[in-house]
Nanobody
Framework: QVQVVESGGGLVHPGGSLRLSCRAAPPVFQIATMAWYRQAPGKQRELVATIRADTTTKSVESVQGRFAISRDNDKKMLYLQMNDLKPEDTAIYYC????????WGEGTQVTVSS
């Protein structure tokens, strides 16, 4: 049973921008804290940013000032606006709850390269 579908990734030059989207199926999305994760080649999956139902956000230091997480509860959509992208942002990006207890989607590939 598909619970999340990520999209919006692609190839971008350093300094570029992308907006990732995540479509969620579970009705509880509207009250759930949601998160974006990423997994770079050869590395463990890391939590990048979270957003509570009240839209309070947190993010890891490496993306602060560059990435912004947002949500549309009516559409059950989660977003990640990524600006000033760096090669080290290259990864597969996933959405899930902070506990990672929903079924993982396939993710969306973000490649930052000149």
């Amino acid at each position: 049973q598909v619970q999340v579908v990520e999209s919006g990734g692609g190839l971008v030059h350093p300094g570029g921008s992308l907006r990732l989207s995540c479509r969620a199926a579970p009705p509880v999305f509207q009250i759930a804290t949601m998160a974006w994760y990423r997994q770079a080649p050869g590395k463990q999956r890391e939590l990048v940013a979270t957003i509570r139902a009240d839209t309070t956000t947190k993010s890891v230091e490496s993306v602060q000032g560059r990435f912004a997480i947002s949500r549309d509860n009516d559409k059950k959509m989660l977003y990640l606006q990524m600006n000033d992208l760096k090669p080290e942002d290259t990864a597969i990006y996933y959405c899930n709850t902070p506990a990672g207890n929903w079924r993982w989607g396939e993710g969306t590939q973000v490649t930052v390269s000149s």
